[in-house]
């Protein structure tokens, strides 16, 4: 995630919340040091967003419960069915932009009021989804595809053959094909020149290409 972004991020995640969060917990929520974390919530001040520090029990970095952006009005209801969806898309592994996923679902909660709030709760327990395929790919590989798509840039994979050879190739992702049970990327071959496709759940590991 580019500065840029992680920045948006925790004013967001900020903004979601009741009670405050220390650096330590924004740190490891966002993959950074604590020291990293500090230099973002000063610089969050220094572009006019209200940061404070609230002392105590559920005390920690809290956005001024005065502040607000401009809303976006969902019903309890509607925030259901796209939370209830999101979460579900999240258990089925075969979606590669998991960490976009959980930024906007963080959002829609943001935006409801406390009422809709308690009543998103209700109805999300009253939901459920059943059937995991069996086919996982990483964490790590999922990031790294969703970054490279999102950013237009090249992808360095370890791909593990149905022969089980594993080679590393240099592609570029044009289409996402998510099936039932399995996700397939429509890439552009940098090193042999052509067009291949790669089963997601197969990509063993991967790194953008930068620069």
Partial sequence: MRRTERLLAIAEHLRARRTGVTAEALAERFGVTVRTMYRDLASLRAASLPVGAERGRGGGYALDRSYTLPPV?????????????????DRMRVMPFTATLGRATEKVRAALGASAQRALLTHLREVEYVGVPAHAP??????????????QRPLTIRYRGADGALTTRRVRVRVVVMDRGETRLN???????????????????????RG
């Fill in 73 to 89: 009005n969902f019903s309890a209801r509607e925030a259901a069915v796209l939370l209830s969806a999101a979460a579900w898309i």
């Fill in 138 to 151: 990483s964490a790590p590989v999922r990031a790294a595809v969703e970054d490279a798509w999102f950013e």
């Fill in 187 to 209: 890439c552009d071959d940098l090193d042999k020149g052509e067009p291949r496709q790669f089963l997601l759940h197969r990509i063993e590991a991967a790194t953008v290409v």
